[in-house]
């Protein structure tokens, strides 16, 4: 069984910066795809990036240019650096792990709890 804690939301005005953690527990981090997914009430969970197990990424074309996944396999921790917000990034952001990613879609076995990002002036 895997748990991920995510980390670091809040609330940012129009081109700040926020940085969302996701610590996860178990032994086999390093061997899942590893994503960042949001979701806005009444719509449906969206991709936002995703970084495989050999390091190659894949961004939602929204937060291109500006958000950063990246992964430390020796500490478990999932990071996506988001900068330039706008108020339509605002949602709830959940960390996924392991499952599948196929055709540019990742579908996690495990999520997180979420983490609220609201972009506001």
């Known amino acids: 069984q895997v748990q991920l804690v995510e980390s670091g939301g809040g609330l940012v005005q129009p081109g700040g910066s926020l940085r969302l953690s996701c610590v996860a527990s178990?032994?086999?981090?390093?061997?899942?795809?590893m994503g960042w997914h949001r979701q806005v009430p009444g719509q449906e969970r969206e991709l936002v990036a995703v970084?495989?197990?050999?390091?190659?990424?894949k961004y939602a074309d929204s937060v291109k240019g500006r958000f950063i996944i990246s992964r430390d396999n020796t500490k478990q921790t999932l990071t996506l650096q988001m900068s330039s917000l706008k108020p339509e990034d605002t949602a709830v952001y959940y960390c996924?792990?392991?499952?599948?990613?196929?055709?540019?879609?990742?579908?996690?076995?495990?999520w997180g709890q979420g983490t609220q990002v609201t972009v506001s002036s």
């Open positions: 178990g032994t086999f981090f390093r061997i899942y795809n």
């Open positions: 996924g792990a392991g499952g599948t990613f196929i055709g540019g879609s990742h579908s996690p076995r495990y």
């Open positions: 970084v495989t197990p050999g390091n190659a990424t």
